[in-house]
């Protein structure tokens, strides 16, 4: 069983998303000279107290290394006394390094302390997390956290890092192996997380001393199951005159909220970047005249998404989607309006990048194709919307004339009007991320437009 299903079983028998921390302090240890039998005596009582009022324990490995040698052989004798209550162990060590250091941090967590998951720091990347992705175990990498001086580094940039780090980190393993620590103290962040991956499990620390709002947390951060978040507690329940009370006090509080919890309905990836090039002004509904001199009830307009950061990201990571498992040496542009976000694609997946000119220069080289390459490399074209699908057409014979070959190109819209078909005719593949009908479909479900609007477009594509 992976992590994550022996949490879903105890979650049912326990009714409880409540997960106790173990975070000894010297002040709540049974008297004594012996420190090692201290720190056993004191986290078996919380364990009996609490063990069926809890999804899963929580202990701090900084905690125990603060009482050297002895802290951590008690917390080996701990994880078995945890273990032998049927509860899974969720260590709280925020390991991160790379190489030969992430394998021996990985050995020690999941051999030497017995951990079923464990919190880690991805600021390293994919390779310091990917040791840890071991079968029947789970990782929860440190998004955005509930310390006031987190926004320092995680809310920067647009996206914000911790949006960023929650979409690359998703890739890297399944939701079944990665979750993420968002603290119950931001509810926005749970909220967008929970948008950005749907699926995925929350650690939600900040409950209680960190004076985060529980209902507030769940409603922004469950999945529609009612599941999908972890309320980690640890001072509330370790400092209380009755542990197993405050325990329990705080898992009815916890499954009232649930109770009361109204699920968000939640949009896909496709469905975001549909909302979001609506509502950036990239997909617009009127009268409009086409440079065919045609009127359309409907006008794309792709070269607006480079003013709008997050969107650029939405529409970087759906292009990149559809180029996995196309083979190509080279990324082309496409002229004009293509070449901005042909230039991020080719700079993020550090691919070379080529573009052909609209004509060929009168001076210097006199080249017709901008770039470095080779005769016999294979060039994928980006291009933003095909409608004819005359611009990509152009665009491969350039290539082509150049002594490049051209089997694929990706473009964001595909206007359906037959650009597809024509390419097919010229040996050329179109791989497109969205298509208008999809488009007006997700528009009108979300009530971005009306019916009237959005029968008049099918009409008009039609015709």
């Known amino acids: 069983m992976s992590f994550f299903e022996r949490l879903n079983a105890v979650i049912e028998a326990n009714q409880s998303l409540l997960c106790v921390g173990l975070d000894p302090q010297e002040a709540q240890l049974p008297p004594g000279d012996d420190i090692e039998t201290r720190l056993i005596v004191w986290a078996e009582n919380i364990i009996r107290q609490t063990a069926d009022l809890v999804c899963c324990y929580k202990p701090n490995i900084a905690f125990f290394e603060q009482f050297g040698p002895a802290g951590l052989r008690a917390l080996q004798q701990i994880a078995d006394f945890i273990h032998l209550h049927g509860v899974p162990l969720l260590l709280d060590a925020k390991r991160g390094d790379i190489g030969s250091t992430a394998q021996a941090y990985a050995a020690a967590v999941y051999q030497q302390w017995d951990a079923d998951a464990v919190t880690l720091n991805a600021y390293l990347g994919e390779d310091s997390i990917r040791p840890f992705l ?72 900040g409950v209680g001393a960190q004076g985060g709002d529980l209902a507030e947390a769940l409603q922004a951060g469950l999945r529609p199951d009612g599941k999908g978040i972890i309320i980690p507690v640890s001072r509330a329940v370790l400092n209380a005159d009755d542990p197993r009370e405050a325990a329990r006090q705080l898992r009815d509080a916890i499954n009232q909220a649930r109770a009361s919890f109204q699920p968000r309905t939640l949009l896909s990836a496709k469905e975001q970047l549909i909302e979001g090039l609506f509502r950036a002004g990239c997909v617009k509904f009127g009268q409009f005249m086409l440079a065919s001199g045609k009127q359309s009830p409907i006008y794309v307009d792709l070269r607006r998404v480079v003013s709008f950061p997050a969107l650029l990201q939405q529409v970087y990571e759906a292009y990149r989607a559809q180029l996995q498992g196309l083979i190509y040496d080279l990324i082309a542009g496409v002229p004009l309006g293509a070449l901005p976000t042909s230039a991020i694609l080719a700079h993020q997946m550090t691919v070379p990048l080529i573009y052909p000119r609209k004509e060929a220069k009168q001076h210097g080289t006199a080249q017709q194709i901008e770039g470095a390459y080779q005769p016999g490399q294979i060039a994928v074209m980006i291009e933003d919307v095909i409608t004819s699908g005359g611009s990509i057409l152009t665009t491969a014979e350039q290539l082509r004339a150049g002594g490049l070959t051209i089997h694929d190109a990706v473009v964001l819209i595909d206007r359906q009007q037959g650009g597809r078909e024509a390419l097919s005719a010229h040996g050329l593949q179109v791989h497109a991320v969205l298509t208008i009908q999809e488009i007006l479909h997700s528009l009108l479900t979300q009530s971005l437009i009306d019916s009237d609007t959005f029968i008049s477009v099918e009409s008009y594509l039609k015709e």
């Open 134 to 205: 071991q079968p029947g175990k789970a990782v929860f990498l440190l998004c955005q956290t509930s310390n006031p001086s987190a926004a320092q580094l995680q809310l920067h940039g647009d996206p914000p890092l911790y949006q960023h780090l929650a979409r690359q980190a998703a890739q890297w393993g399944t939701p079944e192996q990665i979750g993420f620590v968002v603290g119950a103290t931001q509810p926005q962040a749970l909220a967008v997380m929970r948008d950005l991956c749907p699926e995925h499990w929350f650690l939600a620390p």
